[in-house]
């Protein structure tokens, strides 16, 4: 991984910044890349459920709901696990807003989901190339760590003027998405609520 793509940014390591995670390879020559980090004292599996149902279509980012929909995203963040979104698969969109999103690019159920496409600017091409990655690492006595990348490739020369500030407003949402879904996975109680599918019984993740 270039020097350029291993930013440590809020919560990681340098280790976590310098790992080589789940769908690097979709962005080789990354221009700028930034991980970012939280420890969540639950295992991996109470934690993947709110990754998989990420999305303007399904559980939100757990993060400033109010900032994203001033932009018209019109975002939702969900407080329940729905079984109806548990099921993402390469090639899915994950939007971000109504209009477009991400494909699921790589995918290993229960561990890592990774978003791969660029910004639409009306009828020109993406400026960059961008993944965005989520991953769990088994932590100690039961606990997780919650990684996400963002890695960039300038198409245009210009496209610094625009990534840079984009980075900015990113560390500050997904520092709140990590905590969300921290908050989220954690409790209370020890699980997290399953609303049922029609027709079933509402039951409870147990840890």
């Given at each position: 991984m270039s020097t350029a793509a291993r930013g440590r940014g809020w919560?990681?390591?340098r280790l976590e910044a310098d790992l080589t995670?789940?769908?690097d390879h979709l962005v080789p020559n990354a221009d700028f890349g930034v991980t970012r980090a939280i420890t969540v004292r639950t295992g991996a599996?109470?934690?993947?459920p709110w990754i998989a149902q990420l999305g303007q279509q399904g559980g939100g980012f757990y993060s400033y709901d109010a900032l994203e929909n001033v932009m018209g995203c019109r975002i939702h963040s969900a407080d329940r696990i729905h079984p109806e979104w548990q099921d993402p698969a390469v090639g899915d969109q994950v939007r971000l807003y109504p209009e477009g999103g991400l494909a699921i690019a790589e995918?290993?159920?229960g561990r890592a989901m990774v978003l791969h496409g660029g910004l639409i600017?009306?009828?020109r091409p993406p400026p960059f190339d961008f993944s965005w990655t989520f991953a769990l690492l088994d932590g100690p006595a039961g606990t997780c760590r919650l990684l996400v990348r963002e890695r960039y490739s300038y198409?245009?020369?210009w496209v610094t003027l625009l990534?840079?500030?984009t980075a900015l407003i990113s560390m500050v949402m997904t520092r709140q998405m990590l905590l969300g879904i921290k908050s989220r996975a954690e409790g209370p109680p020890a699980g997290a609520q399953v609303l049922p599918r029609a027709g079933t019984v509402a039951r409870t993740v147990k840890p």
């Open positions: 919560g990681a390591t995670l789940l769908g599996d109470h934690v993947w995918l290993e159920q600017l009306g009828r198409k245009r020369r990534v840079r500030p």
